[in-house]
């Protein structure tokens, strides 16, 4: 069974750029999550969805962050403009329901100088 | 509100010698629980989870964890430490009724001395 796969796995932008990260949940999967984690903390639930739509995003900056997920498959989390406490590590996560374990991506570490 | 604690954010053991790692909980009902490692420049590894039933739950790599609902805890345990072990550790809970969210601690670096 193929896992979650996320890409880029690196990317370095300069402040005020934008960037966008990609990722494809393990199949049949119906939850979605992406984690911010910084360095030395735990990963912090930036959004939420269930199939398409959006269970939690409470803490997701809205003001410089988006995401979504289109048919309820892949999904794409943006960042515009960036600022320099946005460099960490995205993590995409997937499960077969809410309350089900869930599996996680290898990350994309985003460094903005 | 709702939340996850791990009191240890650093701790060193011997190769051979026990562990534990401690979690607390705050929340009115029974959550769902999981134990997650994480080695450097990797995503994270589901160890073990608790949903109900028997309080003591068996993992993968020798970990086992036991929920005491008395005390509002999960904690992580093995045996017998070996070097590979050295990781830093994630206790989650997913918040149910309402709220589905699926919450981290802010973890445990795990240092293993030869």
């Known amino acids: 069974e193929a896992g979650v796969a996320q890409s880029p796995r690196y990317k370095i932008i300069e402040k005020r750029q934008s960037v966008a990260f990609w990722c494809n949940p393990i199949?049949?999967?119906?939850?979605l999550y992406w984690y911010q984690q910084i360095l030395g903390q735990g990963p912090k639930l930036l959004i939420q969805?269930?199939?398409?739509?959006?269970?939690?995003d409470s803490q997701l900056p809205k003001d410089r962050f988006s995401a979504e997920r289109l048919k309820g498959v892949d999904s794409t989390l943006k960042i515009q403009p960036a600022k320099l406490e946005d460099s960490a590590v995205y993590l995409c996560?997937?499960?077969?329901?809410?309350?089900?374990?869930?599996?996680f991506g290898q990350g994309t570490r985003l460094t903005v100088v | 509100a709702q939340s996850v604690t791990q009191p240890d954010i650093h701790i060193t053991v011997s190769e051979g010698a026990s562990l534990e790692l401690r979690c607390n909980y705050s929340?009115?009902?029974?959550?769902?629980l999981f134990w997650y490692v994480q080695s450097p420049g990797q995503g994270l590894q589901l160890l073990l989870k608790?949903?109900?039933?028997?309080?003591l739950v068996q993992g993968i790599k020798g970990f086992e964890a036991e929920f005491k609902r008395s005390q509002s805890s999960f904690n992580l345990r093995k045996p017998s430490v070996h070097w590979s072990d050295a990781a830093e550790y994630f206790c989650?809970?997913?918040?149910?009724?309402?709220?589905?969210?699926?919450?981290f601690g802010a973890g445990t670096r795990l240092a293993v001395h030869p």
């Open positions: 608790y949903f109900s039933g028997d309080t």
């Open positions: 929340y009115g009902a029974t959550p769902y």
């Open positions: 989650a809970v997913v918040l149910s009724g309402g709220y589905n969210k699926l919450i």
């Open positions: 199949s049949g999967h119906a939850t």
């Open positions: 969805f269930q199939n398409n739509g959006v269970v939690d």
């Open positions: 996560a997937s499960s077969l329901q809410m309350n089900t374990e869930a599996f």
